[in-house]
């Protein structure tokens, strides 16, 4: 039998408690605190067991929620076991369209369905209604509860005055009940100066943005929490996205030993970048073993434990596109992190912090001589190798403007003498280039 569909029939064999647990979870007049706890139904059937306020929105969304998944199974398994906020885009190939077969099954009024629009420069009001109308269409639905701002690269885009006026237009139609922005960083062959601490701190300034959607995890703290207490003191409503920055580690481990096992010619130009990688990489290898750091989905288990920590956060999307990482992510719903779990998130940043390029981040990017995209490229690869959307990733990778990390082979590096956080920035630049160039 296929692992996916026994993964199926095991949660269709809990439809019945999935039903009543989805029937609890839009309740309404439930406990003022900023958490409501839901009683499990069976141990055997993991469910969402926390949901929490939204800012100002006033709804209350389970604390894991639904990222970009592309199966419909899984989706409604999801919104069976008690999620009720779902992540779409109008940029995620198709997703709006596999997303919508599922909406039409949902109580409408008990999940929160946000999706983003790019603000494109030059982009007039008719523009963004006619793109914002198409997504409702593609979502079949009459409404969306929050439309977003998709990664505006710049502070001054929070303020297009096309996208704001489509919004109010679709907010008096009743179409877009809520206006957001999203956020993971700029892309630096376009706009290189603003972070998204900058960006995001000038749009809870500007008061019209309800919801934001922003990486935030163990090992990216610093800029993202200042804008986490001002999403606090303004009652902006906080989803977050890149919770888990650990799958990068195992999914570089195991090209290395594919290369190393097809003893692959490696041209002379990528020996000194990858050498300087492979240095980061063994040591953190030896370091896991030697701290007996546990296995990669128990550190991802502590990491998304982590942000469910942390008050200021609503809602944490992740990306299970099979039933049994959905049941292990729902296993953490309402749970807390352990005194053992943080130890072992220490002591992975001190061992392997080098080898995550930071979400948002792009400290290093000035110095490159050649204007590579370094965190755009990186994220890219984080796509490929630890969410599983090969082909897409490959895709954003090919349509990049101007150069790629092929430029990186005969380069100094200059790029790792800048970053702060001792990462290996060629040699992982050199990898990508290698997984995501299409052949």
Same mark, same amino acid.
């Given at each position: 039998?296929?692992?996916?569909?026994?993964?199926?029939?095991?949660?269709?064999?809990?439809?019945?408690?999935?039903?009543?647990?989805?029937?609890?979870?839009?309740?309404?007049?439930?406990?003022?605190?900023?958490?409501?706890?839901?009683?499990?139904?069976?141990?055997?059937?993991?469910?969402?067991?926390?949901?929490?306020?939204?800012?100002?929105?006033?709804?209350?969304?389970?604390?894991?929620?639904?990222?970009?998944?592309?199966?419909?199974?899984?989706?409604?398994?999801?919104?069976?076991?008690?999620?009720?906020?779902?992540?779409?885009?109008?940029?995620?190939?198709?997703?709006?369209?596999?997303?919508?077969?599922?909406?039409?099954?949902?109580?409408?009024?008990?999940?929160?369905?946000?999706?983003?629009? !790019?603000?494109?420069?030059?982009?007039?009001?008719?523009?963004?209604?006619?793109?914002?109308?198409?997504? =409702?269409?593609?979502?079949?639905?009459?409404?969306?509860?929050?439309?977003?701002?998709?990664?505006?690269?710049?502070?001054?885009? =929070?303020?297009?005055?096309?996208?704001?006026?489509?919004?109010?237009?679709?907010?008096?139609?009743?179409?877009?009940?809520?206006?957001?922005?999203?956020?993971?960083?700029?892309?630096?062959?376009?706009?290189?100066?603003?972070?998204?601490?900058?960006?995001?701190?000038?749009?809870? !300034?500007?008061?019209?943005?309800?919801?934001?959607?922003?990486?935030?995890?163990?090992?990216?703290?610093?800029?993202?929490?200042?804008?986490?207490?001002?999403?606090?003191?303004?009652?902006?409503?906080?989803?977050?996205?890149?919770?888990?920055?650990?799958?990068?580690?195992?999914?570089?481990?195991?090209?290395?030993?594919?290369?190393?096992?097809?003893?692959?010619?490696?041209?002379?130009?990528?020996?000194?970048?990858?050498?300087?990688?492979?240095?980061?990489?063994?040591?953190?290898?030896?370091?896991?073993?030697?701290?007996?750091?546990?296995?990669?989905?128990?550190?991802?288990?502590?990491?998304?434990?982590?942000?469910?920590?942390?008050?200021?956060?609503?809602?944490?999307?992740?990306?299970?596109?099979?039933?049994?990482?959905?049941?292990?992510?729902?296993?953490?719903?309402?749970?807390?992190?352990?005194?053992?779990?943080?130890?072992?998130?220490?002591?992975?940043?001190?061992?392997?912090?080098?080898?995550?390029?930071?979400?948002?981040?792009?400290?290093?990017?000035?110095?490159?001589?050649?204007?590579?995209?370094?965190?755009?490229?990186?994220?890219?690869?984080?796509?490929?190798?630890?969410?599983?959307?090969?082909?897409?990733?490959?895709?954003?990778?090919?349509?990049?403007?101007?150069?790629?990390?092929?430029?990186?082979?005969?380069?100094?590096?200059?790029?790792?003498?800048?970053?702060?956080?001792?990462?290996?920035?060629?040699?992982?630049?050199?990898?990508?280039?290698?997984?995501?160039?299409?052949?």
């Amino acid at each position: 039998m296929d692992r996916k569909d026994g993964g199926r029939r095991q949660f269709l064999k809990r439809s019945a408690l999935g039903a009543i647990g989805a029937g609890l979870a839009g309740r309404g007049a439930w406990a003022q605190d900023k958490a409501s706890a839901v009683p499990s139904a069976s141990e055997e059937a993991p469910r969402i067991k926390e949901y929490r306020v939204l800012g100002r929105t006033g709804f209350r969304v389970s604390d894991i929620s639904c990222g970009f998944i592309m199966d419909e199974g899984v989706i409604r398994a999801a919104y069976e076991s008690g999620m009720n906020y779902f992540d779409t885009a109008e940029e995620y190939p198709g997703h709006h369209r596999v997303l919508a077969k599922v909406i039409k099954a949902m109580d409408r009024k008990k999940v929160f369905v946000s999706t983003k629009l !790019e603000a494109t420069p030059g982009e007039t009001k008719e523009g963004f209604l006619k793109r914002a109308r198409k997504s =409702l269409e593609d979502l079949q639905t009459d409404y969306v509860d929050c439309l977003m701002m998709h990664c505006p690269e710049k502070a001054a885009t =929070l303020k297009d005055e096309g996208f704001h006026a489509a919004m109010a237009e679709l907010k008096a139609e009743g179409r877009v009940k809520h206006v957001g922005v999203s956020q993971h960083g700029t892309f630096w062959f376009r706009d290189p100066e603003e972070t998204m601490e900058k960006i995001l701190l000038a749009a809870a !300034e500007d008061g019209r943005f309800d919801v934001f959607l922003m990486a935030y995890n163990f090992l990216r703290r610093d800029n993202a929490e200042k804008v986490l207490e001002a999403c606090r003191e303004r009652k902006i409503g906080v989803a977050l996205m890149k919770t888990a920055p650990i799958a990068i580690y195992y999914s570089l481990k195991s090209r290395v030993e594919e290369l190393e096992k097809d003893k692959k010619e490696i041209d002379p130009l990528y020996v000194d970048g990858l050498r300087r990688y492979k240095e980061k990489f063994d040591a953190a290898q030896a370091f896991i073993t030697a701290h007996r750091l546990g296995s990669p989905e128990e550190i991802r288990a502590a990491a998304i434990r982590f942000v469910l920590g942390n008050p200021d956060v609503d809602t944490a999307c992740v990306q299970t596109q099979t039933y049994s990482a959905l049941d292990a992510v729902l296993r953490l719903s309402g749970t807390r992190l352990t005194a053992t779990e943080e130890a072992r998130l220490e002591a992975y940043g001190r061992g392997c912090g080098t080898l995550y390029c930071r979400h948002a981040c792009g400290l290093c990017e000035p110095s490159c001589p050649h204007g590579v995209p370094v965190n755009t490229i990186l994220r890219y690869q984080q796509y490929f190798a630890g969410q599983g959307r090969e082909k897409e990733a490959m895709g954003y990778y090919a349509a990049i403007p101007g150069v790629r990390a092929d430029v990186c082979r005969d380069c100094a590096a200059p790029c790792e003498a800048a970053c702060p956080y001792g990462v290996p920035v060629q040699g992982m630049l050199l990898v990508a280039h290698d997984l995501l160039t299409m052949p």
